[in-house]
């Protein structure tokens, strides 16, 4: 069973920073892509960013030159630096790994709980 663990969701100040972390646990041997989406209050989830195992990066217009997105495959973890929050940011945040293969199956995708930023003043 694969479990995707998301950390560092909090209150901030508009122009402030957050780091978010996110774990994905189990018998994995790989995973093609990681991401992050947000769903703020009555709007649909939204990608946010995501990385390949490669490296290759695609960013929500809204977020570029802001978020950073990194992963150490080795682990199975995957970070979203975001800096210069804007109130606009606030939503649930979530993490997905795309394209999961472990020793009993493959090509599943598996979501995060959830974690809530909140940028307010």
């Known amino acids: 069973q694969v479990q995707l663990v998301e950390s560092g969701g909090g209150l901030v100040q508009p122009g402030g920073s957050l780091r978010l972390s996110c774990a994905a646990s189990g018998s994995i041997f790989s995973i093609y892509a990681m991401g992050w989406y947000r769903q703020a209050p009555g709007k649909q989830r939204e990608l946010v960013a995501a990385i390949t195992s490669g490296g290759s990066t695609n960013y929500a217009d809204s977020v570029k030159g802001r978020f950073t997105i990194s992963r150490d495959n080795a682990k199975n973890t995957v970070s979203l630096q975001m800096n210069s929050l804007k109130p606009e940011d606030t939503a649930v945040y979530y993490c997905?790994?795309?394209?999961?293969?472990?020793?009993?199956?493959?090509?599943?995708?598996?979501w995060g709980q959830g974690t809530q930023v909140t940028v307010s003043s």
């Open positions: 997905k790994a795309d394209q999961v293969v472990t020793p009993s199956h493959r090509g599943y995708d598996y």
